[in-house]
């Protein structure tokens, strides 16, 4: 009992058509036309292995294999098919590819299966379209409110309850919840879209914690003034207050250390002329960590820091907080499996933290949850030239096909 990595390579380029930038990388944003072609070709696949197909509330897209006990708690496969504008071939959808292909080698060795296993393929990970992200998972999880659906809208003004039912999904976040107990594992393989595994040679990274994420943004407010005829000491420069604050993050999560991270991405001032003193900033800093008291150590120190900076450039400062992720443990006895696992099929794995955000995130809040990596070429992603060996993809199928196969048999505790 093998899977057939070619019947693999065809779903991921077969899924690659399904494009509105053909020619630089692939572009395939929520409710959207290359959505419902995907998914189509998604919904194919899965009554050609006869399996139960349904949408739920939040256009989730489920292919069920019966279990022998259709009341078990299911085990659940998938990832997302959505992609970020311009991205690659890989992300999401070789998770995708593979939950697909575990099953077709459930069908194809007519193995018998105590636990129900479905497939979820999901539209809505990289939240482009609505600025959201996470959504489909968020939804299972109970995570998302009515009230997104209505605030969240894409660049026409479109909200995203107005695009489902322009797609023709009912809206209806309440009964797509999956409750508590309900679902056994919810496994996902994704690259790993960092240089981790490559660098060090493993074939597949079994991810031990995905980190927390605490974005916020600081508002300078000075005084414009004539860059020639306003002398030094009599300035507020939002520039400088701001300048200050970059570094300050930068050292702070640096003295912190334990591979915490944070980034200042966006800056933007006003009136940003050459020969004007900027009187407004406006910075975004990202803070992540696996530990949340890092992330809050990393705040409440910027706080401090920024009451100096405040009095320093005599310049007006506020902060406010935009999204609070806590980290996320992935569930250690699915890592313990699958290490035995690999051990058996005589694959190295290598235990690791995420840097980026998964549906798996989610998940973990209703499901036992594992998160498998494949290595990323040059740890490149979002991006065109995103590439994943697809001898590394046949690696990371044979593990969630051996471990859904003990997982889903009777004997795995009833
Ligand atoms: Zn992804």
């Given at each position: 009992m093998k899977s057939n990595l070619s019947r693999v390579i065809q779903d991921i380029e077969a899924l690659s058509a399904f494009n509105s930038t053909p020619g630089s990388g692939v572009t395939r944003l929520a409710f959207t036309e290359e959505d419902r072609m995907a998914r189509e070709y998604i919904k194919?696949?899965?009554n050609e292995l006869a399996l139960g197909v349904w949408e739920d509330g939040y256009g989730n897209l489920f292919g069920r294999k019966e279990g022998t006990n259709p009341n078990a708690p299911v085990i659940m496969l998938g990832s997302h098919y959505d992609s970020v504008?311009?991205?690659?071939?890989?992300?999401?959808?070789a998770g995708l590819a593979a939950a697909l292909e575990v099953v077709r080698v459930f069908k194809e060795s007519q193995i018998e299966n105590y636990h129900p296993v479905e497939i979820v393929a999901m539209n809505d990970e990289e939240g482009?379209?609505?600025?959201?992200?996470?959504?489909?998972?968020?939804?299972?999880?109970?995570l998302m409110k009515e009230e997104e659906l209505d605030r969240a809208k894409d660049q026409d003004g479109i909200t995203l309850r107005e695009a489902?039912?322009?797609?023709?999904?009912?809206?209806?976040?309440?009964?797509?919840?999956?409750?508590v107990g309900s679902i056994k594992a919810f496994l996902e393989r994704h690259i790993e879209q960092g240089p981790i595994?490559?660098?060090?040679?493993?074939?597949?990274?079994?991810?031990?914690?995905?980190v927390g994420l605490d974005k916020y943004e600081v508002v300078f407010k000075g005084k414009s003034g004539h860059a020639g005829t306003t002398p030094m000491d009599n300035r507020n420069d939002a520039l400088i207050a701001a300048s200050e604050v970059i570094l300050a993050v930068n050292r702070i999560v640096k003295d912190i250390g334990d591979r915490t991270v944070g980034t200042v991405g966006q800056l933007s001032l006003s009136p940003n002329a050459p020969n004007v003193i900027p009187g407004h900033a406006h910075l975004s800093i990202d803070v992540r960590s696996t530990k949340e008291e890092n992330m809050k150590e990393a705040y409440a120190r910027l706080v401090k820091e920024v009451?100096?900076?405040?009095?320093?450039?005599?310049?007006?400062?506020?902060?406010?907080?935009?999204?609070?992720?806590?980290?996320?443990?992935?569930?250690?006895?699915?890592?313990?499996?699958?290490?035995?696992?690999?051990?058996?099929?005589?694959?190295?794995?290598?235990?690791?933290?995420?840097?980026?955000?998964?549906?798996?995130?989610?998940?973990?809040k209703v499901a036992p949850t594992s998160l498998v990596f494949v290595p990323s070429k040059d740890g490149l992603s979002h991006h065109p030239d995103e590439w994943t060996d697809y001898e590394d993809l046949e690696k990371g199928i044979e593990l969630m096909l051996h471990t859904v196969l003990?997982?889903?048999?009777?004997?795995?505790?009833?």
């Open positions: 194919k696949q899965m504008t311009n991205g690659g071939l890989f992300d999401g959808v482009v379209r609505f600025g959201t992200g996470i959504s489909n998972s968020r939804v299972m999880a109970g489902m039912e322009i797609f023709g999904v009912t809206p209806d976040l309440e009964s797509a919840k999956r409750p595994l490559e660098n060090t040679g493993q074939d597949l990274g079994l991810v031990e914690t995905i009451e100096v900076i405040k009095e320093k450039a005599d310049v007006e400062i506020m902060i406010s907080n935009g999204l609070y992720i806590p980290p996320v443990n992935m569930s250690e006895a699915l890592i313990r499996l699958m290490e035995s696992v690999c051990q058996r099929l005589g694959y190295s794995s290598l235990r690791m933290n995420s840097g980026a955000g998964h549906d798996a995130m989610a998940m973990a003990e997982l889903s048999s009777d004997l795995a505790g009833r």
